[in-house]
């Protein structure tokens, strides 16, 4: 069975940093992209950052240029997201996704079961 575990959300003042961590329980899940998406209260699930699978290109959404960092470790099949300067706004659970359907072979899409990150002004 495919999973995708995060941790390292948890509470942090405005300004202060953290970061996620996102582990597949197979090693096939290494070759696919790999991003995180978030979800606050009320609103719809968003892009936050992405990675080829072989971590030479990422993608960035506008809110978390700069701040935010991708990157990922195929040896241990883990994928990270550095965040730091955050702001209230970055409130939200924090999923992970592995997405295969475009790699060759063709596979699923994975998500994580979600890590709330919350920031306090």
């Known amino acids: 069975q495919v999973q995708l575990v995060e941790s390292g959300g948890g509470l942090v003042q405005a300004g202060g940093s953290l970061r996620l961590s996102c582990t597949a329980s197979i090693r096939a899940l290494s070759s696919y992209p790999m991003g995180w998406f978030r979800q606050a209260p009320g609103k719809e699930r968003e892009f936050v950052a992405a990675?080829?699978?072989?971590?030479?290109?990422?993608y960035y959404a506008d809110s978390v240029k700069g701040r935010f960092t991708i990157s990922r470790d195929n040896a241990k099949s883990t994928v990270y997201l550095q965040m730091n300067s955050l702001k209230p706004e970055d409130t939200a659970v924090y999923y992970c996704?592995?997405?295969?359907?475009?790699?060759?072979?063709?596979?699923?899409?994975?998500w994580g079961q979600g890590t709330q990150v919350t920031v306090a002004s």
């Open positions: 996704d592995a997405d295969g359907r475009y790699s060759d072979p063709p596979g699923g899409n994975y």
């Open positions: 990675i080829n699978w072989s971590g030479g290109t990422t």
